[in-house]
């Protein structure tokens, strides 16, 4: 048992809530956003037993996942050594995302050319969200129970406290693997992020038979998506310095997060543009995608700089950089991006985020969902961010907090 309780999340009351209450969220949301109507008033109608589930989706959802952790195998691309453990080792990790990306959009494009009819993931959306939902619970069984059979250096300090629901939410295990592969690592990146592109492929393709060809926002939207997880994948390596990967267990949090929430949320507003097409003029289409071109390129450039200045001792000792020296022998990045605010890459994040959500209209607001989602947890996770370093830092976190004040947007937050 970790010596000092400290509790995130609510505690064990918030994460039993959590644990019961995001698969709910899940179906609930993507019930009342259906074909025939998109309102948070309009209570939907209970699906037959076969679409809340069924084997075929079962079946369909594990064979995915054991496509990608077969990719997640092949020799290509690099291999990066993570932070130093507690034990001062570093594992290593094969960084070859981008490959299975471009490999699962192949394989997809010949299903289509072979006149598979892609689009009843579609028609099953809903039992291959329970699907994950199951598989994601069964995997956070396996972990927790996993977690007891390693030693305690293995374990992660914040999923340590001894009390089961908040372990088994939080993750007890820092790095559980099964041979070469890093399920943390692994889950992160690769069967709900490419499992998101595939999804909004399959509406892009359901729209072609339904109405002959897909409107524009439904192809920017898709566009957009992809590009964002493209840039994940390529960038893969940066990651490993992540608060998920260096300091989070994998437990429930992340195993539904990263296999139920981000695809089967995420996607909602394609599969909402494939159900309701939007009318709009090339104009406001332009603008908004010239605002998601804004985000973006403030999302990279900023990691683009925080990954340099991580890596890269050349880089980090330049005149160009300033940075402020702290006791502990580490320096803080107060220039560029970083002299703006303490995390702009979450604004470039959330400004991407409204973007796609302003391609579904403004008649509703289930669309939006992501977006408000995404920026209560950056906010939440800034918070989480500034509390870990006030305690390794101490006064040094001051005073660097004087010189960035603001966290996420300059002079407003």
């Known amino acids: 048992m970790g010596s000092k309780k400290n509790f995130e999340f609510g505690g064990p009351l918030g994460a039993f809530s959590m644990v019961t209450g995001l698969p709910i969220a899940v179906l609930l949301l993507n019930l009342a956003c259906n074909k025939t109507s998109c309102s948070i008033f309009h209570f939907p109608s209970l699906p037959t037993v076969d679409e809340f589930f069924s084997v075929d989706a079962l079946v369909l959802f594990i064979s995915w996942f054991g496509f990608q952790l077969l990719l997640s195998m092949i020799p290509v691309g690099s291999v990066a050594k993570g932070l130093p453990l507690k034990s001062g080792h570093c594992l290593e990790y094969r960084c070859n995302g981008f490959s299975a990306l471009v490999l699962s959009v192949i394989v997809f494009g010949v299903l289509v050319l072979s006149n598979v009819r892609v689009g009843f993931v579609h028609d099953k959306f809903l039992a291959l969200a329970t699907s994950a939902i199951l598989f994601s619970f069964a995997l956070s069984i396996f972990l927790y129970v996993k977690s007891f059979t390693v030693s305690k250096i293995e374990l992660a300090d914040g999923g340590n406290t001894g009390v089961s629901v908040y372990d088994f939410f939080i993750g007890r295990e820092l790095n559980p693997r099964i041979g070469p592969v890093d399920l943390k690592f692994f889950c992160e990146l690769r069967p709900g992020l490419i499992g998101w592109v595939i999804l909004d492929l399959c509406f892009i393709s359901e729209a072609y038979r339904i109405y002959g060809q897909p409107a524009l926002p439904l192809v920017l939207v898709v566009a957009s998506h992809i590009l964002y997880v493209a840039d994940a994948l390529w960038h893969e390596e940066a990651i490993l310095t992540t608060m ?27 599969r909402f543009l494939l159900e309701h097409p939007q009318p709009w003029t090339y104009y406001w289409t332009s603008a908004i995608a010239v ?11 900023s990691n683009s700089q925080k990954n340099n200045f991580r890596t890269n001792r050349k880089v ?27 995390h702009p890459n979450y604004m470039g994040d959330i400004i991407m985020a409204f973007s796609w959500s302003l391609f579904t209209g403004f008649q509703h607001i289930i669309p939006y969902f992501y977006s408000f989602f995404l920026l209560g947890l950056l906010v939440h996770r800034s918070l989480r961010d500034d509390a870990s370093c006030r305690r390794r830092y101490g006064s040094d976190w001051e005073r660097y907090c004087k010189i960035v004040p603001y966290r996420i947007f300059p002079y407003i937050y």
């Open 316 to 342: 980090a000792s330049t005149s160009e950089v300033k940075t402020l020296a702290t006791a502990s022998g580490r320096q803080l990045l107060i220039s560029g991006w970083w002299g703006l605010s303490r």
């Open 291 to 301: 605002l998601n071109v804004l985000g973006f390129f403030i999302f990279r450039a």
């Open 244 to 270: 998920d990967i260096v300091h989070d267990g994998f437990g429930y949090m992340l195993a539904f997060g990263d296999l139920a929430w981000v695809p089967f949320i995420y996607c909602l507003q394609a």
